[in-house]
């Protein structure tokens, strides 16, 4: 979404010792793309939030973007489509270095081909194959580039630069701890209680803080809760009164007794994982099944192992609403990074009455744990607290490449090179993902050309084509109209799951016909992306993805990796005609 905006935005004014005006204009204008870009929380996920605010020389803002999602159009180029001619001469204010798609360099070109003299950014990108490289390439464009705490300093500069690290936070600790950013959310009375010495527990909040727990799970990409919240509460862990999108539920029981009558095992509008130690209660495990709900065992269950394992399927930031017991576990993990505490205005004692964070081992004041970054809020009548449990590092020392891991420690061993992964779009390879942002063009029905946003946008809707019925037609039209792949894929597997007499009979014969005709076209129209297939020659492609068994490798390579077999087809195919050119070239000659 783009803002034109002709009005004066005028940036406070202040002067501390020697910090100049300039620096004050320069952090009020990267504050101010760290918050626009904060408005697509819960649903870039698993890219960052980036912001981008272009201001005049005379201090008006020309224009303004914000990413809405992985797939769409890059902040920079909303912002500069925003601000036309009043572009030129302007200065570029990013809350972060562009990460464009590796080979695709949009958000960049918009950029210079603005006319844009100076960037502003308020720090690198934290992902190592794409950390310096916007910055490098702006400089090469003769942009003069400014990063916030290398050639800007003071401490109103590092106050705004503060704002970006915690704006992108989620990937920032993902990128160093290798899970996802968890949040750990609890309500309790003022006199510290989650429930009544019988378990009673509904409401300890008021309505508006419990408001605010919807908008938190439509931030999340998923919501985790214990065995026992299932059977004493019976949530439904949806987003119903919030933004973003219906994250995943996820449920921790070590010894699966759980109920059969459940909230979360309906997956019509939210999918189920339940999590659990190898082996327990097949037979439940199987009746979970039944229902679409997806079982993943672990030899041990342990927090710090299941949220290795989330990371590992691309989650970026998860939702903690567990009991004390699973939540003084995760803490002692050290997989919580943040804590949003909800406290009510009431007292209700009771020696037995539960509270948020179950034993922790500590037996004086002075092991508690402390809270960064602090902030108070009034919610109605209740007072929300929230703070990190672990700093949000400080990403100036660049994050070692696993090359340089290997020739500091070789017993650290590296991926093959034989091997090439990807998942998504956010991996050095992710250009090859069915959800990466490049528009295709394909023939409908009557032999007219459609453009469709991604791959991924043309796949779905290819379920509900040609089957006589207004709601899979309606279908179509959802899924061609939304913006992101990551939406597109919700829509179709979603109608696909509830309303399976919507899809077309013949679909699974034909839907590895379907992808790779539309990954043909992609890779037939953007000739980088062609020169990238083509220069991965003699290597196996594998879709890094360990849930999907069919597209993807799976978990421990027991997936059919459909994706990466197309994708081999494709390279092999192209040079094959590579071959035949440079032959007839040399015939003729």
């Not at 510290?192 to 008021?206: D, E, F, L, P, T």
């Not at 214990?226 to 070590?254: F, Y």
């Not at 023939?443 to 779905?460: A, C, K």
């Not at 390579?557 to 192209?574: A, H, P, T, V």
């Amino acid at each position: 979404m783009a803002f034109a905006l002709g009005a004066h935005f005028s940036p406070p004014i202040c002067k501390v010792g020697n910090i100049s005006h300039a620096h004050a204009d320069d952090a009020a204008y990267v504050r101010r793309a760290a918050d626009l870009s904060e408005k697509s929380a819960g649903f870039t996920s698993p890219h960052p939030n980036f912001g981008c605010v272009i201001a005049t020389s005379s201090g008006k803002v020309a224009g303004e973007g914000y990413l809405y999602a992985q797939g769409t159009k890059p902040a920079e180029v909303l912002a500069v489509e925003a601000g036309g001619e009043r572009c030129r001469g302007a200065t570029a204010y990013l809350n972060l270095e562009p990460g464009d798609c590796h080979g695709d360099h949009t958000a960049v070109s918009a950029l210079v081909q603005a006319g844009i003299t100076r960037a502003v950014v308020g720090i690198r990108h934290p992902l190592q194959h794409l950390r310096g490289k916007a910055v490098c390439a702006l400089r090469s464009q003769g942009l003069q580039v400014d990063v916030l705490g290398e050639d800007l300093q003071s401490k109103v500069i590092e106050e705004a630069r503060k704002s970006c690290l915690l704006v992108n936070a989620p990937l920032i600790l993902r990128a160093c701890s290798r899970v996802p950013f968890s949040v750990l959310k609890y309500a309790m009375t003022l006199d510290g209680k989650i429930a009544a010495s019988s378990g009673h527990a509904s409401w300890i909040s008021s309505k508006m803080s419990r408001s605010r727990v919807f908008e938190l799970r439509g931030r999340s990409d998923a919501v985790i809760v214990g065995g026992n919240t299932v059977r004493k509460d019976n949530p439904r862990l949806t987003a119903r009164d919030g933004g973003g999108h219906m994250p995943m539920r996820i449920v921790l029981s070590q010894t699966l007794n759980l109920p059969e009558e459940a909230n979360l095992w309906d997956v019509s509008d939210a999918s189920t994982i339940v999590v659990t130690q190898r082996g327990a209660r097949r037979n439940f495990q199987k009746f979970l099944a039944s229902k679409g709900v997806e079982v993943v065992e672990f030899d041990i269950l342990n927090p710090r192992d299941v949220m290795e394992y989330f990371h590992d399927r691309g989650y970026l930031s998860i939702l903690w609403e567990c009991g004390g017991t699973l939540a003084a576990s995760a803490i002692s993990s050290r997989v919580i990074h943040k804590v949003f505490a909800f406290v009510a205005p009431k007292i209700i004692g009771g020696k037995n009455a539960p509270t948020p964070v179950g034993e922790l081992g500590m037996v004086e004041m002075s092991q508690a744990l402390d809270l960064i970054d602090i902030c108070y809020e009034q919610v109605g009548p209740d007072m929300l607290i929230s703070g990190f449990l672990q700093p949000v590092p400080d990403l100036m020392p660049v994050i070692p490449s696993e090359d340089e891991t290997f020739a500091i420690d070789p017993t650290v061993t590296p991926y093959e090179s034989s091997v090439i992964s990807f998942y998504k779009t956010w991996d050095p390879y992710g250009a090859f993902s069915n959800f990466s942002p490049h528009p295709i063009q394909m023939p409908d029905g009557d032999g007219n050309y459609v453009t469709w946003s991604s791959v991924e946008h043309y796949y779905q809707a290819q379920k509900f084509i040609g089957v006589n019925d207004p709601a899979a037609q309606d279908c179509v039209e959802k899924i061609k109209a939304v913006r992101s792949p990551e939406e597109a894929a919700r829509i179709g597997r979603s109608m696909q799951r509830q309303y399976p007499d919507l899809v077309r009979s013949d679909w699974d014969s034909i839907k590895i016909d379907v992808m790779y005709r539309a990954l043909k076209c992609k890779f037939s129209i953007y000739p980088h992306l062609n020169s990238m297939l083509l220069s991965t020659a003699g290597s196996v492609l594998v879709e890094a993805s360990p849930h999907d068994l069919f597209w993807g490798g799976g978990r421990e390579g027991e997936g059919l990796n459909y994706l990466g077999r197309l994708l081999m087809q494709l390279r092999s195919e192209f040079l094959g005609e590579s071959s035949t050119s440079t032959e007839n070239t040399c015939s003729a000659l």
